[in-house]
């Protein structure tokens, strides 16, 4: 059964977007999105400090309905322009990236400073971004975005003194793409969740590609060798269920498997995550996804020794 945490609540109501069809109809729903917007940045109160800077580079929250629009800007470049993922009207009209999530989750930014962005006022441009969804908010509004596509209500009820932070939504500018920009964004993402007490972070991870049985080495790689152990694990939804193991664990060339992941599923099997039961084609987007789930417990120390200078052994 797919979970359901509470009934939606009217802000989420109002701006959840109707099915993706041809036509008007979607660009009206991404349009009633934008307003969700303009109602995030009316309710907002985001702290402004900084939370890691490396020399021009800054990684915080979004302040403005603004910034949000340069994030979603860039989401749209990268899924859309460069990636495979095919846009409803509305987000083809905007060139944006928007759906009523972004309505209620925080927003973290990585900002150029030394770079300026001509389509928003010439303000610092945005190159990397995490969508940042809590809990507290998720439960007010309808549940988390992955619960579309895994049933997450047993994970969830089984760890109830534990609260969940959903990660999604992450891209990094072509030039960018280095260690040094998702090193901040990570550092952004710890000082988050320490900041907030989190104690476990979630969400979906996509591979290229809607063709499992050419995913087939990756899948299997971390079916037998990140399976979440049964108090972590959560499958996806039946009627949307893909087969992970598809290929014997003898079978697999791990370091093969490991080239063939995406950069951001090798980070967080370096942290320690474990992988869901089953996958998830994203027509959509043109991926294949699997479940991420990341007890803040079991991420190694000399991680958070980096990520957190302050807790260096002296």
Same mark, same amino acid.
């Given at each position: 059964?797919?979970?359901?945490?509470?009934?939606?609540?009217?802000? =989420?109501?109002?701006?959840?977007?109707?099915? !993706?069809?041809?036509?008007?109809?979607?660009?009206?729903?991404?349009?009633?999105? %934008?307003?969700?917007?303009?109602?995030?940045?009316?309710?907002?109160?985001?702290?402004?400090?900084?939370?890691?800077? *490396?020399?021009?580079?800054? &990684?915080?929250?979004?302040?403005?309905?603004?910034? &949000?629009?340069?994030?979603?800007?860039?989401?749209?470049?990268?899924?859309?322009?460069?990636?495979?993922?095919? #846009?409803?009207?509305?987000?083809?009209?905007?060139?944006?990236?928007?759906?009523?999530?972004?309505?209620?989750?925080?927003?973290?930014?990585?900002?150029?400073?030394?770079?300026?962005?001509?389509?928003? *006022?010439?303000? #610092?441009?945005?190159?990397?971004?995490?969508?940042?969804?809590?809990?507290?908010?998720?439960?007010? $509004?309808?549940?988390? %975005?992955?619960?579309?596509?895994?049933?997450?209500?047993?994970?969830?009820?089984?760890?109830?003194?534990?609260?969940?932070?959903?990660?999604?939504?992450?891209?990094?500018?072509? #030039?960018?793409?280095?260690?040094?920009?998702?090193?901040?964004?990570?550092?952004?993402?710890?000082?988050?969740?320490?900041?907030?007490? =989190?104690? &476990?972070?979630?969400?979906?991870?996509?591979?290229?590609?809607?063709?499992?049985?050419?995913?087939?080495? #990756?899948?299997?790689?971390? $079916?037998?060798?990140?399976?979440?152990?049964?108090?972590?694990?959560?499958?996806? *939804?039946?009627?949307? %269920?893909?087969?992970?193991?598809?290929?014997?664990?003898?079978?697999?060339?791990?370091?093969?498997?490991?080239? !063939?992941?995406?950069?951001?599923?090798?980070?967080? *099997?370096?942290?320690?995550?474990?992988?869901?039961?089953?996958?998830?084609?994203?027509?959509?987007?043109?991926?294949?996804?699997?479940?991420?789930?990341?007890? =803040?417990?079991?991420?190694?120390?000399?991680?958070?020794?980096?990520?957190?200078?302050?807790?260096?052994?002296?």
């Amino acid at each position: 059964m797919a979970s359901r945490l509470s009934a939606p609540r009217s802000l =989420f109501e109002r701006f959840r977007p109707a099915p !993706a069809g041809p036509g008007v109809p979607g660009l009206i729903s991404s349009l009633q999105a %934008y307003g969700g917007l303009q109602a995030w940045a009316a309710r907002a109160h985001r702290p402004s400090q900084s939370l890691g800077r *490396l020399g021009s580079l800054e &990684v915080r929250l979004a302040q403005t309905a603004a910034e &949000v629009r340069q994030a979603q800007k860039l989401r749209y470049r990268v899924f859309y322009q460069e990636g495979t993922a095919i #846009p409803n009207p509305g987000r083809l009209f905007a060139r944006r990236d928007v759906d009523a999530y972004d309505a209620i989750c925080d927003h973290l930014l990585v900002i150029d400073h030394a770079a300026r962005d001509r389509s928003a *006022l010439n303000r #610092p441009a945005v190159v990397g971004t995490y969508r940042l969804l809590r809990q507290a908010l998720a439960e007010d $509004h309808g549940g988390f %975005y992955t619960a579309g596509e895994f049933d997450i209500g047993g994970l969830l009820a089984r760890h109830g003194n534990m609260q969940f932070l959903e990660l999604g939504r992450s891209c990094v500018l072509a #030039p960018y793409r280095n260690k040094r920009t998702v090193e901040l964004l990570w550092h952004g993402i710890y000082a988050y969740v320490s900041q907030n007490r =989190f104690d &476990v972070m979630i969400g979906c991870a996509s591979l290229e590609g809607t063709d499992p049985k050419r995913l087939a080495l #990756p899948l299997s790689f971390l $079916h037998h060798y990140s399976r979440a152990p049964e108090p972590w694990r959560a499958r996806a *939804l039946p009627e949307r %269920y893909v087969e992970m193991n598809r290929m014997s664990k003898e079978a697999i060339d791990p370091k093969a498997a490991l080239r !063939a992941l995406p950069p951001l599923i090798k980070g967080y *099997l370096r942290l320690g995550a474990y992988i869901g039961d089953g996958a998830v084609v994203d027509h959509e987007f043109g991926t294949t996804d699997v479940l991420i789930v990341l007890p =803040f417990s079991v991420i190694d120390q000399r991680y958070i020794e980096h990520f957190d200078p302050s807790r260096r052994a002296a």
